[in-house]
């Protein structure tokens, strides 16, 4: 039995979206995809924008709920839709989910964010047969602000991941932040993805990529629109890094067009790669869409949304 489950375990490592496996190098976090975006503005940015105002807070409790109480708007909601690393069958995964931010008051802020990530069919071999592992991810997060320019936020994440029809792996990831807001400048720091990781029955743990993060932002007018420049990095503890880059410019704050590159070590949990980025805003309606490429594992992703801010 305890074979099994170490097969097991090793098989999640590889599902969690194993781009170390993929470039043979040797696993040793689970989960990886907390690591990864989810707003498709921050994605078509390559993962950069984590501190900017605005764009949609809906998801907020996915990477940084400290900028939940800075929102421009009382309530954001959004749904997305994405078609992850299609490029090679054992890392491709189609994910719908959406999330809500609602804030209560003034300085203070809550957020509910769900993601449901469905896999490739593998076949494990044997009696254990044919199976499409899913993931889910569910968020929850709350902020505060601190005098006018200060904010704090914590968010928590229920990870589950079903391997096979009666063989789960789960854990708990927290997300502490702290946000500097003040006019076109917002820079944010925290850690991210705590947690205890995953054990086997063989007392091997695998943790979680969790790292520190830091993340900076600033708009400043462009002709008939606006310019945003975002860079966001983490140093993971498992010693690794990464650098995502990003530039959007919004034209009358109704179409957008973003475009950013990351750069991470080796092996990372969200690896390098050229993301490009179109939007649309009308009304409080938002429309959004991404595209990731120059990278084997994650090129040709494709990720859209909608959002509905009041």
């Known amino acids: 039995m305890k ?32 690591s990864f975006p989810r707003g498709v503005a921050q994605t078509g940015m390559a993962g950069a924008g984590k501190s900017l105002l605005s764009e949609s807070t809906a998801l907020a409790a996915f990477d940084n709920p400290a900028v939940l109480p800075f929102a421009l708007n009382h309530v954001d909601a959004a749904v997305l839709y994405g078609r992850w690393a299609p490029a090679q069958t054992n890392t491709l995964s189609n994910n719908l989910g959406g999330g809500v931010s609602v804030r209560l008051g003034k300085g203070f802020a809550v ?61 708990t990831a927290i997300t502490a932040m702290i946000q500097y807001h003040k006019d076109a400048l917002n820079v944010a720091a925290g850690l991210a993805n705590l947690g205890s990781g995953v054990k086997s029955e063989n007392d091997n743990v695998s943790s979680l990529p969790s790292s520190a993060r830091v993340a900076a932002s600033y708009e400043l007018p462009a002709g008939l629109g606006a310019l945003t420049c975002a860079l966001d990095a983490d140093y993971y503890f498992s010693g690794k890094i990464g650098v995502s880059a990003g530039v959007a410019y919004g034209f009358k704050d109704m179409l957008f067009a973003r475009a950013g590159y990351r750069y991470a070590s080796a092996g990372a949990a969200f690896p390098s790669h050229l993301a490009l980025g179109l939007g649309a805003k009308w009304k409080g309606f938002g429309l959004d869409v991404s595209y990731l490429t120059a990278n084997a594992q994650i090129g ?5 949304g909608i959002s509905c801010r009041f």
């Open 3 to 34: 074979i099994r489950h170490s097969i097991l375990l090793a098989s999640a490592l590889l599902l969690s979206w194993s781009l170390k496996a993929q470039e043979q190098l040797p696993a040793n976090e689970v989960f990886e995809f907390l």
């Open 111 to 171: 957020s509910a964010a769900v993601i449901n990530q469905a896999h490739a069919e593998v076949d494990f071999g044997g009696e254990n047969g044919k199976f499409s592992p899913k993931d889910l991810i569910v968020a929850f997060g709350a902020g505060a602000s601190f005098g006018e320019y200060v904010s704090v936020g914590v968010s928590a994440r229920l990870v589950q991941q079903q391997v096979m029809a009666d063989y789960k792996l789960s854990s």
């Open 300 to 304: 040709n992703s494709l990720c859209l």
